[in-house]
């Protein structure tokens, strides 16, 4: 193997493990891979000698003083919980910077194979019952959770996994496709930000890789999913037509968006209930009001990751009062308002500086990042490390690679 090809091989490696221990359940539930992912990416920059940027410094300082105050005003001091958070962020740089401005690229690549495989293991199981037992019951358990292990009373139990397939019990229950993730409403995020990735550097929506992500999202059945890839076709055509076609567009998406949302009892269904159930923490609204009702106490600073994450009350082991599954306001809780501006910050500059290095409408960053926003409600996706790694990408960028903004991406061809 080359020198080069070796290169290739080993940034595409630290951007699997980087998605692995954010969302692939054989990884990330233990820290130790956390720090091991850590450690390894702290060997390939400094053998590859890469220069650190101090504006990198200057974000994770952020969380470090908020952390610190953390300890003098709301919870006693966690060393290890607080390197947790570092381990994370300096992970999330050094892959960054490794990779480079071919990040996005590696990162859509890796969707991409992950989706196609995910139907090598999703449509047997959802036509034969054996097939899905033979794994369950057979192959899975030879695929443990790395460094991590489970009594049976805890209240989260990982699916069973092969790791680069998850087989939930959503599959056969509700023919739902997780992939390699924790559940269908995690792989599709995934999928989401891997299709924004494709639409701004190849200013197209119907690329090959996106043909196949589309597939992957329907497969999902994904409530968020279905209204966060619903937003992102509306977004390129508003960022890449004219006015008299966007009336047209809208005229046809919305009576069918509304259609849809009637006709599929998943969605309506489903956020009907969330609704309902508007004081159950298990729920997207309950858990999203817990979490205001925790940050509205502590809104400078937060109640950080530990004990006390939980406005000021501990827990001796994991109950459904410590249930949150709303990501944005987790955010909010956990850290206050401004390590959570800091990083949604750091989010839109990067998604705009992608849009600007690749000659896209630069509105398409503003809509993109709304519906991560959006995303974010169903999933308390910011504690993971790839999605700290979306703060960096935007610094990896030098002043010649930019290109001044304008009306490109409103001449691209929309196929």
């Known amino acids: 193997m080359t020198s080069g090809k070796y290169k290739e091989f080993?940034?595409?490696?630290?951007?699997?493990?980087?998605?692995?221990?954010?969302?692939?359940?054989?990884?990330?539930?233990?820290?130790?891979?956390?720090?091991?992912?850590?450690?390894?990416?702290?060997?390939?920059?400094l053998k590859r000698s890469v220069r650190f940027d101090s504006r990198a410094l200057a974000i994770m300082l952020v969380f470090y003083i908020i952390d610190i105050a953390q300890v003098f005003i709301v919870k006693p001091f966690a060393p290890v919980t607080m390197m947790g958070t570092y381990f994370r962020l300096f992970a999330a740089f050094f892959i960054v910077s490794l990779c480079g401005k071919k990040f996005p690229r590696y990162y859509s690549d890796i969707i991409y194979w992950l989706s196609i495989i995910s139907f090598v293991f999703f449509i047997p199981s959802v036509l034969s019952q054996s097939f899905f037992n033979f794994f369950t019951h057979t192959v899975c358990p030879h695929f443990p959770a790395l460094f991590k292990t489970y009594s049976a009373d805890e209240f989260y139990q990982p699916a069973p996994t092969i790791i680069i397939y998850t087989f939930h019990e959503v599959l056969r229950i509700d023919f739902r496709n997780s992939g390699p993730f924790w559940e269908p409403g995690a792989f599709v995020i995934f999928i989401i930000i891997a299709m924004i990735f494709n639409i701004i550097e190849a200013k197209k929506l119907w690329t090959k890789q996106n043909i196949v992500l589309?597939?992957?999202?329907?497969?999902?059945?994904s409530t968020t999913g279905y209204i966060a890839f619903f937003l992102l076709i509306m977004s390129y055509y508003f960022v890449t037509g004219n006015m008299v076609k966007n009336i047209v567009i809208l005229s046809i998406a919305i009576p069918t968006g509304v259609g849809l949302y009637y006709n599929l009892e998943f969605m309506h269904g489903k956020i009907d209930k969330n609704i309902e159930a508007d004081d159950d923490t298990t729920s997207r609204i309950?858990?999203?009001?817990?979490?205001?009702?925790?940050?509205?106490?502590?809104?400078?600073?937060?109640?950080?990751?530990g004990a006390m994450r939980y406005g000021g009350r501990a827990f001796s082991f994991f109950t459904v009062q410590q249930h949150r599954n709303n990501g944005l306001a987790s955010l909010l809780a956990s850290y206050g308002i401004i390590a959570a501006f800091t990083l949604l910050y750091n989010y839109y500059k990067t998604l705009k500086k992608l849009c600007t290095v690749n000659?896209?409408?630069?509105?398409?960053?503003?809509?993109?990042?709304?519906?991560?926003?959006?995303?974010?409600?169903?999933?308390?996706?910011?504690?993971?490390?790839?999605?700290?790694s979306i703060m960096f990408i935007h610094l990896v960028y030098k002043k010649e690679d930019l290109v001044h903004r304008g009306a490109p991406g409103h001449k691209n061809p929309v196929m």
């Open 286 to 305: 309950g858990s999203g009001l817990a979490d205001l009702k925790d940050f509205v106490k502590s809104p400078i600073v937060g109640w950080g990751r």
């Open 10 to 45: 080993t940034n595409y490696a630290l951007v699997f493990f980087l998605i692995g221990v954010s969302g692939l359940p054989y990884f990330y539930v233990s820290n130790t891979n956390i720090l091991l992912l850590f450690l390894f990416a702290l060997f390939i920059f």
């Open 214 to 221: 589309t597939l992957a999202v329907i497969s999902t059945l």
């Open 359 to 388: 000659s896209f409408d630069f509105r398409f960053a503003i809509l993109s990042f709304i519906i991560i926003l959006v995303m974010s409600l169903g999933q308390t996706i910011f504690q993971y490390t790839f999605f700290y």
